[in-house]
């Protein structure tokens, strides 16, 4: 069977931020061959206002489930940890969210996702850990690497990088 490599982002600015990304991450590896983290970042909220300060990071992880089922296990993840699954039309505080950011390289584009995330490179808070974890990996869209999005980045939030790890 397939092994399928995949980049997610995590963010949280609701509850405990590390305990609440750490479980994300304990829950991701059972499904995972390989996993990787990227250090973890505090950022600004993007595209709402808010007081709560976000924790992000990137992983890096490679699962045998196909896309369907790993897409759900993601949702059954942030429901697990008390995200609410209402349709909202902006942006708002999170206790989590885990979004696909890149699937083998694929372009993927339905009802229920698209891949690579359409707005990965306009969040400097997706960069940056991408940074971490693979600066020469090609966008498939834009055929620019993570370090060029990151260069080109029309984010200007302060995201600073959190002593804090997951393990």
């Known amino acids: 069977m397939e092994v399928n490599k995949v980049y ?3 963010g949280s600015n609701l509850g405990d931020s590390i305990q609440i990304l750490q479980k994300a991450y304990d829950l991701l590896k059972k ?3 390989k ?3 990227s250090s973890l970042y505090n950022s600004p909220p993007w595209g709402f206002e808010s007081e709560n300060e976000f924790l992000n990071c990137c992983l890096y992880i490679e699962t045998r489930l196909g896309l369907n089922d790993f897409h759900l296990t993601c949702k059954e ?3 697990a940890l008390g995200k609410s699954m209402q349709l909202k039309q902006s942006y708002e505080d999170r206790l989590v969210d885990i979004d696909i950011l890149f699937w083998n390289q694929q372009i993927v584009e339905s009802d229920l996702l698209n891949i690579p995330h359409p707005r990965l490179h306009l969040r400097n808070f997706v960069l940056l850990p ?3 974890l693979n600066p020469e990996l090609i966008h498939p869209k834009m055929n620019l690497s993570i ?3 990151y260069l080109c980045s029309p984010d200007s ?4 990088l959190n002593e804090l790890k997951l393990s």
């Open 8 to 10: 997610l982002s995590l």
């Open 130 to 132: 991408l940074l971490d």
């Open 35 to 37: 996993h990787v983290c």
């Open 31 to 33: 499904v995972s061959k």
């Open 77 to 79: 993840i942030e429901l």
């Open 147 to 149: 370090e060029e999005l």
């Open 157 to 160: 939030g302060d995201i600073f």
